[in-house]
């Protein structure tokens, strides 16, 4: 299985500070993506990060991608606690393009 | 411009039942794709369609499960038979092409009784 793996499993900070992320998978992937889930609702699309790009950022987030190692990494700087959330990394595997494999998410809860 | 909307939000069924489930993809987009979550999970693919075409259903069990696009109207999800195991939100999400992002609808919570 090429599912992602997200570390840690919750994560507890306070209002103005960073908090990350990381996601581990198996196999070679097409890109890999992080996803929001607020309790009781749908997932959110954060950002894509493909298997040729290293960094990318988008607001207060920052993602980062290491093929070499399989890992991806999601920083959300100076939280708010609207971000509590899980938060969710999935793999697109090669020659699938569309058979996202989730994780089981990191559980983000950001207290003012 | 409304995301994708799936219904009900709930449904509750006793075993045996049927469990049909609606998903309109966003405007535009004719590329659907089911996932399941358990509790505690991270979300399982379990099929992909086009419009009235069926690309991918790798990941749906063989039996009792079975999922269609027609030319008109929503995607469905079909459980026959339902069992305590089917418990689960089920999510439809939605793209305008094969390629990435792909967006999720709220998910309709299956309780089976």
């Known amino acids: 299985s090429q599912q992602g793996e997200e570390d840690p499993q919750a994560l507890s900070i306070q209002e103005g500070e960073n908090a990350t992320m990381n996601c581990s998978y198996k196999t070679s992937i097409n890109n890999l993506q992080w996803y929001r889930q607020n309790s009781g609702r749908g997932l959110v699309h954060l950002i894509l990060i493909r298997s040729n790009e290293r960094e990318k950022h988008s607001g207060r987030l920052r993602v980062t991608l290491d093929t070499s190692k399989k890992s991806s990494s999601l920083l959300i700087t100076a939280s708010r606690a609207a971000d509590t959330a899980s938060y969710f990394c999935a793999t697109d595997a090669m020659g699938s393009g569309y058979a996202l494999n989730f994780g089981k998410g990191t559980s983000l809860l950001v207290t003012p | 411009n409304a995301g994708v909307m799936q219904n009900p939000r709930h449904l509750v069924r006793r075993r045996g039942q049927e469990a049909r489930l609606r998903c309109s993809p966003m405007k535009g987009h004719s590329h659907v794709y089911w996932y399941r979550q358990l509790p505690e999970e991270g979300l399982k693919f379990m099929v992909y369609?086009?419009?009235?075409?069926?690309?991918?259903e790798s990941g749906m069990p063989k039996e009792r499960f079975s999922a269609e696009f027609p030319k008109e109207g929503p995607s469905i999800l079909r459980i026959q038979q339902v069992v305590r195991g089917d418990s689960a939100a089920y999510f439809c999400a939605s793209s305008d092409s094969g390629n990435q992002p792909q967006h999720f609808g709220d998910g309709t919570r299956l309780s089976i009784l």
């Open positions: 369609l086009q419009k009235e075409n069926i690309i991918d």
